[in-house]
């Protein structure tokens, strides 16, 4: 009987295979995918450096490539070359000028997802369709999360007063990613590792990371509507006018500005809300967690009004001393400046009084 059995199997065309096969049809589908992790948060950094050291790298062949580069010649054309190249340095200068490098992450916030997954469909074309499918979504996703990290840590070094510390911290990506381009080619498994420990980081910084990424594109907006000469009129929302008047009881007219808090507001960085200011004190009104929230500040004694690059400069500084900056956006200035020379002449008709 059983060996009626083995010869019926082997009639139906199946064989005995050997262990190790199974283990190299797993590798050769599982390692592609562990690639795109890698070149995915690359390219998320990096996406014209990437494409162009990769390029260079299928042009040139200083070492041995992975096998199925070699299909992806396309990359290695001179036109490609030429574009990524160009794109490369324009993004290595503006990466390292404060502001400039948080409007080109803005522009580069679906160009670098799409880019990563691209290239990284190019680099393994010779995969079943179900794969290459796979490496456009884990490449696309994790040049997303890349993107999304390195937008929101710009944006809070930005709010620095010098300028070393973007430089600084973009000269660590240049060197990073090139460092990073090197396990891509020779252990796609310890770059595919940093990845995975990088997606878990991000998940932990997540609501942090919205925030920032929420304030970039509120700024970038209003900086928008301002060359336009569409700047909306802020008006108290019924939930902060029983917040007055419960708590400030008696006629006043605040000003208000669109704001977003930075990290003396502890909890409230990054949040986008408005802030009004009134002759005693300052209230931040704004979301946590969907829920409504108002930090108080004062009394009041003074105000700095400081124009900016994409975000101007408020800085509103407390009774006891206490200094409390906030981003506004754009086209709010001059009324800011007015707000301060009013914050002047109070303070000159105190010094009078007590004369």
Request: a positive charge; aromatic letters at 8%.
């Amino acid at each position: 009987m059983l060996q009626g059995l083995v010869l019926g199997l082997s009639r139906l065309g199946c064989r005995e295979r050997p262990l190790s096969s199974y283990h190299g049809l797993t590798m050769e589908t599982l390692t592609p995918l562990a690639s795109a992790l890698g070149l995915g948060m690359l390219a998320g950094v990096r996406l014209y450096a990437t494409v162009l050291v990769v390029g260079l790298l299928l042009r040139f062949h200083p070492f041995p490539l992975p096998d199925a580069w070699q299909r992806a010649s396309v990359l290695a054309d001179t036109r490609i070359l030429v574009v990524a190249g160009v794109a490369c340095a324009i993004e290595f200068i503006a990466d390292k000028i404060p502001w400039v490098d948080s409007a080109w992450d803005s522009i580069h916030t679906f160009i670098r997802p799409i880019g990563a997954a691209l290239l990284a469909t190019s680099l393994f074309s010779n995969l079943d369709p179900v794969y290459r499918v796979l490496v456009f979504l884990l490449a696309g996703g994790m040049a997303l999360s890349g993107h999304s990290a390195k937008a929101a840590v710009r944006l809070a070094v930005n709010h620095s007063p010098e300028p070393f510390s973007n430089i600084g911290l973009s000269l660590a990506e240049d060197t990073s990613v090139a460092g990073g381009l090197y396990l891509l080619v020779k252990h796609p498994w310890i770059l595919a590792s940093i990845a995975v420990v990088f997606v878990f980081l991000l998940a932990w910084l997540g609501p942090r990371i919205y925030r920032a990424l929420r304030a970039e594109g509120a700024a970038i907006a209003a900086l928008l509507q301002s060359w336009f000469g569409e700047v909306r009129e802020l008006q108290l929302t019924p939930i902060q006018q029983q917040w007055f008047a419960a708590h400030c009881p008696g006629p006043m007219v605040p000003r208000l500005f669109q704001a977003i808090g930075t990290a003396d507001m502890k909890g409230l960085g990054n949040a986008v809300g408005t802030l009004c200011l009134t002759e005693r004190e300052a209230v931040f009104f704004t979301r946590r967690w969907w829920r409504p929230v108002a930090r108080q500040i004062g009394p009041l004694h003074s105000l700095e009004a400081r124009k900016g690059f994409l975000l101007d400069q408020l800085v509103i500084i407390a009774a006891d001393g206490t200094r409390c900056r906030f981003s506004l956006l754009a086209g709010q200035l001059e009324s800011a400046r007015g707000a301060q020379s009013s914050s002047h002449d109070r303070q000159d008709d105190g010094r009078h009084q007590n004369r």
